[in-house]
């Protein structure tokens, strides 16, 4: 990166993020003559395509191409939103606005750091945008954590979305009839929901064939979800657990009345209608053959095994905590009950207490500070990638690049500037809404650089002189080096998967039935396998 580019970083770190605008309708202008910004955008999730819209509405001419792992896109959307939420997934049309444009470019089942180096991808273009999501789950840190009948609520709900990389996750829902949850964000109430819905609705819905088929054969009548604080820190919201409380046949444990802050009348209205909300409850149902509880202050401290057979999971001591102040949304753990332990049985568990991302392969050699602890990309606060040399940062070691299988023979500078969005840029919280603010500040950000001649394309090579950019040039290089990129999938090819998915779910009375494997999905775009 050149001098300039470093210096201006360190003024953006300091700089406020932007706000007051509605970034959604600011006007659609291109400020410099000549030509329009080349952008690469990693991740091709919620966070990649609102990137994508902003850059194209506020520079008329911009040229995007995402690149995909998979070979199918929409990331999260797809694979996160759960099977009985169509109406979060809407936004996979405008998604599909953006990239019927002529200047944006799928490229799909292509693993940076891996199928093609991140070097080769920075040197072609104007502005590369990391913009993927969190692959690597927190764990608990038990003994017997790693054996059967415990899982992550990511790979579950992976696995029941589609996620080829848990396609043989095959949880097994008949060794007992209680599951827990460990986490109380919405991501384990929907866990719980699926669990406990009855199938003759989630059949209806996108969730794949062989987790129905798995699902029929569960025997789990009770969820705990289990936090180590209480009520008014949980991180679930009021749309999921009303969902939960609806659910025909289910009764729900009420929850004892000191955990709640003794005036609810205090707070503000959107904690108050959630604190209402589970005090009130759910009346019950005698008839009711489910139920599902929310148990608060207890960190597990062990998994209790049988015995006679360890990969048999019988239940989890928890520790009883105590907290500073009930009534604080942000109250921490003062004291863990070292003498005071809680058994709850169960017979499966899921861990849902957070992930983060990992860094690509090669990131530090186009200048890119990841940092391993947080998940997350060193960025002056709005999106723009501080550089491994900025002071602030200097004393944190950047990422070692492990795991690429082949270098470049003469590894150039990156020409582009970097920048990142979503969950790569501010850890996995929030919803898509929030998604979309985030990536509009992102695209703002690369606007006002473009329009201040920070970003310039003449400073971006022209491959061999052919004047290439973009994808060409970088397939054009790769290729060149023997890197193999005949498997890319593009969007005529996804349009393809697509087709067959909703063709294949119509016969099943459902929006859609998704490929489970990459090959699958290959076959079906008709690329090599």
């Keep these: 990166m050149s001098s300039a580019w470093l210096t201006r970083s360190r003024v953006h770190a300091i700089r406020p993020a932007w706000g007051g605008r509605n970034l959604a309708y600011s006007q659609s202008v291109s400020s410099r003559d000549g030509p329009t910004p080349r952008v690469a955008i990693v991740g091709s999730g919620p966070a990649g395509f609102y990137t994508a819209r902003k850059l194209m ?82 764990e608990l840190g038990l003994e017997g954590e790693d054996k059967p009948n415990v899982y992550s609520a990511r790979s579950f709900v992976g696995w029941y979305n589609g996620l080829p990389e848990y396609r043989n996750l095959d949880p097994d829902l008949s060794t007992g ?204 606060g709005v999106g723009r990638i501080l550089p491994i040399d900025v002071p602030e940062h200097k004393n944190e070691a950047p990422t070692t690049n492990t795991n690429i299988t082949q270098q470049p023979q003469a590894v150039a500078p990156a020409k582009a500037h970097l920048y990142c969005a979503g ?30 001649a920070i970003t310039k394309s003449d400073d971006v090579s022209t491959e061999a002189g052919l004047g290439m950019r973009g994808w060409p040039a970088v397939k054009a290089e790769a290729e060149s080096q023997g890197y193999d990129l005949t498997k890319v999938v593009n969007w005529d090819g996804w349009r393809r998967i697509d087709a067959v998915e909703k063709e294949t779910g119509k016969g099943r009375g459902k929006p859609r039935e998704k490929f489970g494997t990459v090959s699958e999905m290959a076959n079906v775009a008709s690329v090599p396998i």
């Design 423 to 452: 969950w790569v840029k501010r850890g996995p919280t929030g919803v898509i809404a929030s998604t979309m603010s985030d990536a509009f500040q992102t695209a703002e950000a690369i606007v006002q650089d473009w329009r201040n």
């Design 177 to 380: 009839e209680v599951a827990t949850v460990i986490g109380q964000g919405n991501v384990a109430l929907d866990v719980a929901r699926i669990l406990l819905s009855k199938l003759d609705k989630l059949k209806k819905t996108d969730l794949t064939e062989y987790a129905v088929d798995t699902l029929e054969k569960s025997k789990i009548k009770h969820v705990h979800v289990v936090g180590r604080r209480g009520p008014m820190q949980a991180a679930f919201t009021i749309k999921e657990v009303r969902e939960l409380l609806q659910l025909e046949g289910v009764n729900f444990q009420s929850i004892p009345p000191e955990l709640f802050p003794p005036d609810l009348k205090k707070l503000e209205r959107p904690k108050r209608r959630l604190m209402e909300l589970l005090q009130k409850g759910k009346p019950n149902d005698p008839n009711a053959t489910r139920s599902w509880s929310l148990q608060f202050l207890l960190s597990p401290n062990a998994l209790i095994r049988d015995k006679n057979n360890p990969d048999v999971l019988k239940g989890v001591s928890y520790s009883e905590n105590v907290l500073e102040d009930i009534s604080d949304p942000a109250s921490r753990v003062s004291a863990k009950g070292k003498d005071k332990n809680v058994t709850l049985e169960t017979s499966l568990l899921f861990r849902s207490i957070g992930y983060r991302a990992e860094a690509i392969p090669g990131m530090e050699l186009v200048g890119a500070n990841f940092n391993t602890r947080s998940g997350i990309l060193h960025h002056d």
């Design 57 to 138: 509405r506020e520079i008329h001419g911009t040229k995007i191409d995402m690149y995909e792992q998979l070979p199918v896109p929409f990331g999260l959307v797809r694979f996160g939103v759960a099977p009985d939420h169509p109406e979060v997934k809407k936004c996979q049309e405008e998604f599909e606005q953006v990239a019927s444009s002529p200047e944006f470019n799928f490229v799909g089942n292509i693993q940076l750091g891996h199928d093609l180096p991140l070097p080769i991808l920075a040197k072609h273009y104007d502005a590369v945008v990391f913009a993927y999501g969190a692959s690597k789950d927190k």
